[in-house]
């Protein structure tokens, strides 16, 4: 009976796709017989063929979903296949998978995922599963959350993404894209296994022709026995080959038995002078066919066969300048190096040395392309002189790359100053013009010059509007305060205006002792105190001295009444009332100054009344009156300029108070006197 055939364990890259032992065709015996099929082949490569995984990884995934769930052992796997790990803090070492679509971590018991760590919020940070992925949204939280090291409020998470917050640090796992990572790793595995399997073939096969090779060169082509030119010189007679074998074939005698014969002795045991003469004779015979065989000419041995190191080391050597040719030196450094591990000094052309050197050059120069798309002139610069020289074609690339260099330098540097300007910041743009090539500064210096020169006037404007600003405001605010001022003092201004004079003054005090904090309303009630009295003191004796028609002498004490009201600064009819009588008494006290002959205050009355009465015309036909007056007085003061220089003076000082504005009179009036008085 035929033993069962075993199969043999899985290992770790076992492709469950493909048969095991006796399912692929051989018999289940063993493997195929090498005599009949060759060296056994090496293990089938799985790398193009369908995957599913293997039992460990299977296992292990099956565990970690097992282990998953760790906060509460009732939780289903409805949610989404995502999931958090806590890789540092005092929570290191859970995992949370999500158990719906939204999980909110933080403190708080009433969180998705509790944390021990203190120095997270209550409620830090939500994750919300949608179609375009997981939403990582930060809940206002102290201290704030950083992605990948980077503080963030609101991002889209991948897989991998570490998460931030306090002392604890999570990791964002997408259990699809894990897979996705496993299956590329195994398949990794295989493909490198596979390259690791060829390489050992390859191995076993050069090791098999070296010791092939070797075992023939054991043969010496130099044997006699394997020399044509001897063989011909022994054939073998007619009489001794076979009939019966193949054409040109020699048949081999077959070995006779010795012939046994005893020889004669003498009596003595010695040799007859026959029997020495045959030795002789065929000593003689046996000298000189060794004789005849050294002096027979031979034909030259075969050449040794070719060693497969050297040919191999030559087909290298021949790829390398293949490869110099077409400009790939690191190929061709590789390719020296394998030749000189087969055949040590076959590059005797320095072939690799040459090599190295153009390869450096070449690093280097796309070092320097490098620094420059990166904007790192400076160094690309330095970088290009450090590189060494070469052939002439990468003396051509390197000039190329020079020129480019300023070209690009130039370029980067009239950007910088265009984007200096943008932002309109000269103590930038002055150091940027001041690296500009000589070429390029006077029109970049002209237009610094305008915009300092706007910068100027924009400021001027600007300290201009702010100082107006501040002035309206200051304005505004002392407007409010008057407001507020008059509003605290209304009291007292309805009393005033009421005639109650004595309770006004007592409102005062009710106002200082409301205010009591406010330095302006405690002034302006003290104020009040003392004008209040003073004003009614004088309109009391105005209105005396009218109800007995004494207008001339009512016009001081109503003067005065009505520059206390003004001083008080109370709104009614009152003030109305007061003009009103100041305007008749002013106008009687400049008629009686007039009759007088006192110009000066006859001129000031009339004024006065007419200010309080521009309708009146007995005040317009007073200032006329007067101004003839001051026509003759100048004329009188005109004559006795050169008599009595002083006493016209004087007149010419009453003409200047009388006369009206803009008067002839009145200007040469004050010519006069400042020649008598310069």
């Not at 076979?242 to 010695?270: C, L, N």
């Not at 200096?420 to 002209?446: D, K």
């Not at 600064?569 to 106008?587: K, M, Q, V, W, Y």
Request: a negative charge; one cysteine or more.
């Amino acid at each position: 009976m035929k033993a069962p055939a075993r199969r043999r364990p899985a290992s770790e890259d076992e492709d469950f796709a493909a048969p095991a032992s006796g399912e692929d065709g051989y018999p289940d015996d063993g493997p195929p017989n090498p005599d009949l099929y060759g060296e056994e082949e090496p293990g089938r490569s799985r790398t193009g063929e369908t995957r599913v995984a293997s039992v460990e990884a299977i296992e292990e995934e099956r565990r970690a979903r097992d282990d998953d769930e760790d906060d509460n052992a009732d939780a289903t796997r409805a949610g989404p296949p995502v999931q958090m790990l806590v890789l540092d803090g005092p929570d290191k070492g859970r995992k949370k998978r999500f158990q719906s679509v939204r999980m909110v971590v933080g403190r708080n018991k009433d969180c998705d995922f509790v944390l021990e760590d203190q120095s997270v919020s209550r409620r830090h940070l939500e994750l919300v599963y949608g179609q375009a992925g997981v939403v990582m949204r930060d809940l206002g939280s102290v201290s704030g959350t950083q992605v990948n090291d980077q503080r963030v409020d609101e991002c889209l998470l991948k897989h991998g993404d570490e998460i931030s917050m306090g002392k604890t640090r999570l990791r964002f796992v997408d259990e699809a894209e894990q897979i996705k990572e496993l299956r590329a790793q195994a398949e990794a595995r295989d493909a490198e296994e596979k390259r690791a399997r060829e390489a050992a073939a390859r191995e076993a096969e050069e090791k098999r022709k070296n010791q092939s090779a070797a075992r023939g060169s054991e043969v010496d082509p130099n044997d006699p026995r394997f020399n044509e030119a001897t063989n011909a010189n022994y054939r073998l007679p007619d009489n001794l080959k076979e009939g019966s074998g193949s054409k040109g074939a020699v048949a081999v005698p077959r070995p006779r038995p010795p012939i046994r014969s005893t020889p004669t002795r003498s009596s003595g045991g010695a040799l007859t002078g026959k029997q020495k003469a045959l030795i002789g004779g065929g000593g003689a015979l046996v000298v000189l066919l060794v004789i005849g065989l050294m002096l027979i000419p031979s034909a030259p041995p075969p050449p040794p066969p070719p060693d497969p190191k050297v040919e191999r080391a030559k087909v290298l050597m021949q790829q390398a300048r293949e490869s110099v040719r077409a400009d790939d030196y690191a190929n061709a450094v590789r390719l020296v190096e394998e030749a000189e591990k087969l055949v040590p000094g076959i590059d005797a052309d320095n072939l690799a040395r040459g090599a190295r050197t153009q390869l450096e050059v070449l690093t280097s120069l796309e070092a320097v392309r490098t620094l420059i798309d990166e904007k790192r002139f400076d160094e690309a610069r330095e970088k290009l002189e450090e590189t060494p020289q070469g052939t002439a074609k990468t003396d051509d690339l390197r000039r190329k790359l020079s020129t480019e260099l300023e070209e690009q330098d130039i370029a980067w540097r009239l950007q910088q100053v265009e984007e200096a300007f943008a932002s309109r910041e000269p103590e930038t743009i002055r150091p940027l013009i001041a690296r500009l090539p000589p070429l390029n500064r006077p029109a970049y210096e002209v237009k610094l010059t305008d915009l300092e020169a706007e910068l100027a006037k924009e400021a001027q404007d600007e300290s201009r509007r702010n100082r107006n600003a501040a002035a309206r405001a200051a304005e505004v605010a002392r407007e409010k305060r008057k407001e507020f001022i008059a509003e605290a003092f209304i009291d007292v201004e309805r009393r005033f205006n009421g005639g109650d004079y004595q309770r006004a003054v007592l409102e005062c005090d009710r106002v200082i002792d409301k205010h009591r904090g406010d330095k302006d309303v405690k002034d302006r009630a003290l104020s009040l105190k003392r004008l209040i009295p003073q004003f009614r003191r004088a309109l009391e004796d105005g209105q005396k001295k009218l109800a007995a028609n004494s207008l001339e002498a009512a016009a001081r004490p109503l003067r005065r009444a009505a520059d206390l009201y003004r001083q008080i600064g109370f709104r009614g009819s009152l003030g109305n009332t007061i003009d009103e009588h100041l305007a008749s008494s002013s106008l009687a006290a400049g008629q009686g100054a007039l009759k007088k002959g006192d110009l000066g205050a006859a001129g000031s009355h009339f004024r006065e009344a007419l200010r309080l009465n521009p309708g009146d015309g007995r005040a317009r036909e007073g200032l006329e009156s007067l101004q003839k007056k001051a026509e003759e007085l100048f004329l009188r003061a005109y004559i006795q300029r050169d008599r009595d220089p002083q006493a016209a003076a004087e007149m010419f000082k009453v003409v200047i108070e009388t006369a009206s504005e803009g008067s002839d009179v009145k200007r040469k009036a004050e010519m006069y006197l400042s020649e008598l008085q310069p």
